[in-house]
């Protein structure tokens, strides 16, 4: 057993509580190597923002568990030697079962996602609610989730959304104790959120519904990249081929930020940004072969992205 203190890390409490006093959003991006460690850790830095590094069950699966928890506590170490200590979180995303919550405990993780969401109601708190029994033993905070998203990512994926239903959301929270809870309101996982022609739109009136019901409670937003077109342009003008990727405007992204919801989880659009500066460095230079040369383009790309979404989406610049 590795306690996520001894790995300077924190849990997401109090970062929670200040970013919904605060009107912000704390940043959640996921990594599954050094270059996105890097580019993470390099753009919270430089604007003094706190985050949530999400691990997916498939990442654990590609990296191993033990390497990406010496990934964070490398994270951490990385940070001070930049310069700022910022608060940071090590985060299971969507882990599916208790024994996944309880082995990325188990391995130093301060916070641990188990969605239920797919489940029959019961079944979902009857789970999250024994997934938080065991986590709170370490102090180890819980996100649950009400509410089905569409698209893919990883391991998860679903056909259609299931909006999540605010009358539910005060029996949900009573009866599991969850620190955290992860609501659909059109958000979804993927490049491919809508099609051309459709409106991109959230629900914010039912996530203001949920508000009215549990004031003060943290909220999050799972799939909420909103695939920028100059990226997609880039990547197709360098050989791609993303067809009709469409996601969330930043707009209402930042609107969602200025409410209850502090957590806001952005993983496709550093995928785009990564992928648009390697098929650039392969085009362009087709003779090289050292990943360097390319990785280093994809890491410092995928911090300016961070950097913008901190800035100008999240709001969580300077919150340290």
């Known amino acids: 057993m590795v306690s996520y203190k001894e790995l300077g890390l924190v849990n997401s409490r109090e970062l929670f509580k200040k970013a919904i006093n605060g009107g912000y959003a704390i940043p959640a991006f996921n990594f599954n190597n050094m270059e996105q460690m890097q580019a993470i850790i390099q753009a919270c830095v430089e604007t003094k923002s706190p985050v949530i590094l999400q691990v997916s069950s498939g990442a654990r699966k590609y990296a191993n568990q033990t390497i990406l928890r010496y990934m964070a506590q490398g994270g951490v170490e990385y940070a001070k030697e930049l310069g700022c200590n910022i608060p940071i979180v090590l985060h299971l995303d969507h882990g599916d079962s208790f024994e996944l919550c309880k082995s990325c405990i188990e391995y130093g993780f301060s916070s641990v996602m188990i969605d239920g969401s797919s489940k029959p109601y019961d079944e979902n708190v009857e789970l999250t609610r024994k997934v938080v029994e065991y986590a709170h033993k370490y102090d180890v905070t819980v996100e649950g989730e009400l509410g ?173």
């Open 148 to 320: 089905v998203l569409a698209g893919v990512e990883d391991d998860v994926k679903a056909e259609s959304h299931t909006y999540t239903r605010p009358e539910e959301v005060e029996d949900f929270v009573s009866k599991t104790g969850v620190d955290s809870l992860a609501i659909s309101i059109g958000t979804s996982h993927g490049a491919y959120k809508f099609k051309p022609g459709q409106k991109p739109e959230i629900r914010l009136d039912i996530l203001h519904e949920i508000e009215k019901r549990i004031p003060g409670f943290p909220i999050v937003l799972h799939g909420s990249s909103s695939v920028p077109q100059d990226i997609v342009a880039e990547i197709n003008h360098y050989g791609g081929h993303l067809k009709d990727s469409i996601g969330i405007p930043e707009d209402q992204l930042r609107e969602a930020a200025k409410s209850a919801v502090c957590k806001i989880n952005i993983d496709s659009d550093g995928r785009l940004a990564m992928t648009a500066a390697i098929r650039k460095v392969m085009v362009e230079h087709p003779e090289e072969f050292d990943p360097r040369k390319y990785l280093g383009p994809a890491r410092d790309k995928l911090k300016q992205l961070y950097i913008h979404k901190i800035n100008n989406v999240l709001g969580s610049n300077d919150k340290m």
